[in-house]
């Protein structure tokens, strides 16, 4: 079962008794659970149904034991157990799990409980034996990064519910400037339909006045405006960096890290590697792929491994004070826009 499946089957009342998250995405995971609250427990009994533990304090045979328990007061609780070992590999626990516990509650649950365990990790140790019996017994949930045209809708979407619409192409210039993180792009939303009130619309004018960029969403429409050969807004974004008082040191590693990027994502797409994949493969988010992916096809491989091997140079120069830094990164991008 996905998410998808998963949320529409909670909404409709079917409700499972034990879920496993875990993925990369902890907004999301956050959001399904609170979407889990709100279907499975009345608002009134939520102080006293919705019962939170954590495994790294306490050992798993209590959180069954809470399951068995009939509730008091309430028709049902649901179980919220933040675990660091027992379904991921890696990090062990200083608490002795009787993982059997579980694996026999597992084949008879209690129907007046409900277990959502959040596993700290990006996979699950498919090796162990909880894992395999979690895979047949409870509603196991990925949580991965949303695709570039999944994140533009995404965005729409919760725009929509406050009654506020985006411009053609307002939602991938909050990206560029907010990134592609959840819980930021979701606070950026919001102000931004406070802006626009409802039935109002988001323009771009309107994100470059009231989102701030980070520094890495600055370097990142840099090396844009760069591939673009629109040098003069790329010089304009190298001194607003500095206006912000970041080292020019950490502007040239930055800009390299793209660049370093764009030819990796050179390299395995005429491997026939998918836009997922590569994702994987370099640990990125996929907009951020697609991104350097269309950036990369406006150079050559050669001409991408010879403007990393300049800024090699030019970091052993800054370093050493063979050249003033402003200038040195100065001059590198104005040859690189020429």
């Known amino acids: 079962m996905d998410v998808k499946s998963a949320t529409k089957a909670v909404r409709s009342g079917d409700t499972a008794p034990i879920y496993v998250l875990y993925g990369t995405e902890k907004y999301q995971i956050q959001q399904f659970t609170e979407m889990l609250k709100t279907h499975v427990i009345e608002e009134e009994h939520q102080d006293f149904a919705v019962i939170p533990y954590d495994l790294s304090e306490t050992p798993i045979e209590a959180v069954v034991e809470e399951a068995e328990t009939v509730p008091f007061l309430v028709p049902r609780k649901l179980i919220i157990v933040r675990d660091t070992s027992l379904f991921t590999a890696g990090k062990e626990s200083k608490i002795e799990h009787q993982v059997d516990r579980l694996i026999t509650y597992m084949d008879n649950p209690a129907d007046y409980s409900t277990i959502v365990f959040l596993a700290q990790g990006d ?99 840099l090396v844009e405006e760069l591939a673009n050969l629109r040098l003069e807004k790329a010089l304009g974004l190298f001194y607003e960096l500095l206006k912000q008082r970041e080292e020019p040191i950490k502007i040239a590693a930055l800009i390299a890290r793209q660049f370093r990027i764009m030819i990796q994502v050179k390299e395995l797409g005429q491997q026939s590697y998918s836009q997922q994949q590569i994702a994987g493969q370099l640990g990125l988010h996929p907009y951020a792929v697609k991104i350097a992916g269309e950036q990369a096809r406006k150079f050559d491989a050669d001409r991408l491994r010879k403007i990393l091997s300049h800024l090699s140079e030019l970091d052993y120069q800054m370093k050493t004070g063979a050249v003033d830094k402003v200038l040195g990164l100065e001059l590198f991008l104005l040859r690189l826009g020429a």
């Open 123 to 221: 996979k699950l140790d498919e090796r162990k034996k909880l894992v395999k019996a979690a895979k047949k017994q409870a509603v196991v949930l990925a949580f991965a990064p949303l695709n570039g045209e999944e994140l533009i809708q995404w965005i729409v979407k919760l725009a929509k519910q406050h009654e506020v619409a985006f411009e053609a192409g307002a939602a991938d210039t909050l990206i560029s400037y907010a990134g592609t993180g959840l819980q930021a792009l979701s606070a950026e939303v919001d102000k931004l339909c406070l802006f626009a009130g409802n039935g109002g619309t988001i323009r771009r004018a309107d994100i470059e006045s009231l989102v701030a960029r980070s520094t890495e969403q600055n370097v990142f429409a």
